[in-house]
């Protein structure tokens, strides 16, 4: 469902989708980033519907987690998204992150991984030192920020120009990070935005230079 959207009109579908998900991974060995946007994403539900996408997350977590060979990194959102530090941190308890590997930050953003280290610290010290990733493939030269702030946000999220990759590594040296890892290969498309931009995850040769 979108950001907006109540949870609770697919929730029936969800549950099973994920039951599925999770006896078709089987033996096979995965990380999971589960549900990007899902947590950042609330600030236009009311109380009902975020506790309803609290549960469904709890729901998944448990289902997937399950199987020992899948790591399971809930949605943190970013450092210049809706939610705090420490509400982040509070719905992810209620998500059930303790049966979780981890959590992940900038999945849809292009903050600077200077930034998304230390917004993640913070969450990681509010959830008893959970560990996390952070996505790196196209933050590089950071956010892209608008000339209009006000009706823009904080950074253009969409195909922005010239930002570029950051660092591919499991081994980063920080406290609780687990890796900066690419969500998506460069040059892949965050959606028909812009002049010859093509749909969701499609390539794009312009963009990948």
Not at 25 to 33: C, E
Not at 72 to 80: I, R, S
Not at 119 to 127: D, F, K, M
Request: net charge negative; proline share 6%.
């Amino acid at each position: 469902h979108g950001a907006c959207e109540s949870p609770a009109a697919i929730k029936t579908r969800f549950e099973n989708w994920i039951s599925a998900l999770a006896r078709g991974i089987g033996n096979f060995r995965v990380v999971l980033y589960l549900e990007e946007d899902s947590l950042m994403e609330t600030h236009c539900l009311n109380p009902s519907s975020i506790r309803t996408r609290l549960n469904e997350l709890a729901y998944a977590v448990k289902a997937l987690s399950v199987d020992p060979h899948a790591l399971v990194y809930m949605d943190a959102g970013a450092p210049d998204g809706w939610n705090t530090a420490t509400r982040t941190a509070r719905y992810l308890k209620e998500a059930d992150i303790a049966d979780a590997q981890g959590f992940f930050v900038n999945a849809t953003h292009n903050d600077w991984t200077t930034a998304d280290i230390a917004y993640g610290q913070r969450i990681a010290r509010l959830t008893g030192g959970k560990h996390f990733i952070v996505q790196t493939d196209d933050n590089g030269r950071g956010p892209l920020v608008p000339k209009d702030k006000v009706v823009n946000g904080n950074e253009d999220l969409c195909n922005p120009p010239g930002r570029g990759v950051g660092p591919l590594t499991w081994d980063t040296g920080y406290e609780f990070v687990d890796g900066f890892l690419w969500f998506n290969n460069p040059g892949n498309s965050d959606g028909p935005c812009g002049e010859g931009a093509p749909a969701v995850s499609q390539f794009r040769g312009p963009y990948a230079v």
